[in-house]
T-cell receptor, first 113, second 115 residues
Framework: DAGVTQSPTHLIKTRGQQVTLRCSPK?????VSWYQQALGQGPQFIFQ???????QRGNFPDRFSGHQFPNYSSELNVNALLLGDSALYLC????????????FGPGTRLTVL | AQTVTQSQPEMSVQEAETVTLSCTYD???????LFWYKQPPSRQMILVIR??????QNATENRFSVNFQKAAKSFSLKISDSQLGDTAMYFC????????????FGTGTRLQVTL
């Protein structure tokens, strides 16, 4: 049973560029949540997708957007990258219609130069 | 809004000893869940233990146990018989009850297990 997978593992971009990160949820899960983890900090919730719609959103600017596909996989897009966007981006999957733990992927390390 | 506070940035324990990591939280919710996650250098966030707020009994998973004090809004993690593989960042997290909800994390405690 494949767990949560994310790609790419590492990414280097320059300020002003755009980036797309990808996540495949654990088999059977229908909900994907994205978190940003700055160095030395705890993860911060960005947004959550279910049924291809954004269901919850944290305190992040509109430069952060996402998408969920019919197969439940998800993308996180960040436009107009800033140095402060450098972080580990974590994807977590779960079931929407009942409490269930969130399973995390290994993350994508984004460096903005 | 919920907040989670971990006041110990770093801790060290010798192998085979016991260590307790502290966590406090603030919420007006009555239905919620609390978690401890482990993040080793490999970066993969792994669930260590969870506690349902409506349960009075403290959760236990092998060498890991919690002391859940609902009135005090305290949720500490005790690791018994510490092993070198326990070396990691440990995050306390809160989730509101109901359908899938977001996790609110603390700032973490870096635990080093030494020989």
């Amino acid at each position: 049973d494949a767990g949560v997978t994310q790609s790419p593992t590492h990414l280097i971009k320059t300020r002003g560029q755009q980036v797309t990160l990808r996540c495949s949820p654990k088999s059977g899960h229908d909900t994907v949540s994205w978190y940003q983890q700055a160095l030395g900090q705890g993860p911060q919730f960005i947004f959550q997708y279910y049924e291809e719609e954004e269901r919850q959103r944290g305190n992040f600017p509109d430069r952060f957007s996402g998408h969920q596909f019919p197969n439940y996989s998800s993308e996180l897009n960040v436009n107009a990258l800033l140095l402060g966007d450098s972080a580990l981006y974590l994807c977590a999957s779960s079931f929407f219609n009942s409490y269930n733990e969130q399973f995390f992927g290994p993350g994508t390390r984004l460096t903005v130069l | 809004a919920q907040t989670v506070t971990q006041s110990q940035p770093e801790m060290s324990v010798q192998e085979a000893e016991t260590v307790t990591l502290s966590c406090t939280y603030d919420t007006s919710e009555n239905n919620y869940y609390l978690f401890w996650y482990k993040q080793p250098p490999s970066r993969q966030m792994i669930l260590v233990i969870r506690q349902e707020a409506y349960k009075q009994q403290n959760a236990t998973e092998n060498r890991f146990s919690v002391n859940f004090q609902k009135a005090a809004k305290s949720f500490s993690l005790k690791i018994s018989d510490s092993q070198l593989g326990d070396t990691a960042m440990y995050f306390c997290a809160f989730m509101k009850g109901g359908t899938a909800s977001k996790l609110t994390f603390g700032t973490g405690t870096r635990l080093q297990v030494t020989l």
